[in-house]
């Protein structure tokens, strides 16, 4: 460990958003920290679920962060620890280094293997214990961009044809809103493919969009 510079503080800065974002991923279960590697004061900057631990920002750094920052590793194998109050915890150590290469911080992530199946599910699985109808969101993985759009129009096609609250007429116009949203008709042959899988014609779908044009 060594002193850190401005810039290395910053790249640590610019890192807390990736502790919140785990830890809204996986839930209340997962304790996610950021430990600063400064040698003045090699401590945790931030922190999510340090209900976990028992942790709070400025905690110091763990004997065996050291011993992973040691290894040679940036992201360490996972490996099993106690949590002080005696809770079974999955863990993982990935080092977050600077433009020079020096090891500036860690990312270390504890999930509480110890937690109820049914609560660690719920927190995953976000409105399951308020909706009993959970929507998914129409998030496409695919390898091609022909075939997110088909992907796409589909998913969107699904849940607008699933909504009794709209009228059958409005519907297709409904698709091509959220469409839209999603920025579909910004990449190349959108219109064309959109028309084809709602089987309705090119210049429907362009009316739509300068509808949308019009009343925005």
């Known amino acids: 460990m060594r002193e850190l510079s401005e810039t290395d503080y910053a790249i640590l800065k610019a890192s807390e958003n990736i502790v919140d974002g785990i830890a ?3 839930g209340e279960h997962t304790e996610v920290l950021l430990h600063c590697l400064d040698v003045s004061n090699p401590s945790i900057i931030k922190i ?3 209900h976990i631990t028992g942790r ?3 905690a110091p750094i763990t004997n065996l962060a050291l011993m992973k ?3 040679g590793q940036d992201i ?3 490996y099993l620890t106690k949590s002080p109050d005696g809770k079974t915890l999955r863990s993982i150590t990935i080092v977050i280094r600077n433009a020079m290469q020096d090891a500036i ?3 270390c992530i504890n999930s509480n293997l110890d937690a109820p199946f049914q609560s660690v599910m719920a927190a995953m699985l ?3 214990t308020s909706q009993a109808d959970t929507r998914f969101s129409p998030e496409t993985f695919a390898r091609s961009s022909d075939e997110m759009m088909q992907g796409s129009i589909e998913s969107v096609r699904a849940q607008v044809m699933a909504d009794n609250s709209l009228s059958p007429s409005k519907k297709n116009r409904e698709i091509v809103i959220r469409l839209n949203e999603l920025g579909i008709f910004a990449l190349k042959d959108s219109a064309q493919i959109a028309a084809t899988g709602l089987d309705i014609s090119i210049h429907t779908i362009y009316r739509y969009l300068r509808e949308l044009k019009t009343s925005s």
């Open 48 to 50: 999510a679920n340090g």
């Open 76 to 78: 360490s194998d996972s």
């Open 24 to 26: 809204a991923m996986y």
């Open 69 to 71: 920052l040691n290894t």
């Open 126 to 128: 976000p409105g399951l």
């Open 56 to 58: 709070s920002v400025g």
């Open 105 to 107: 911080g860690l990312l």
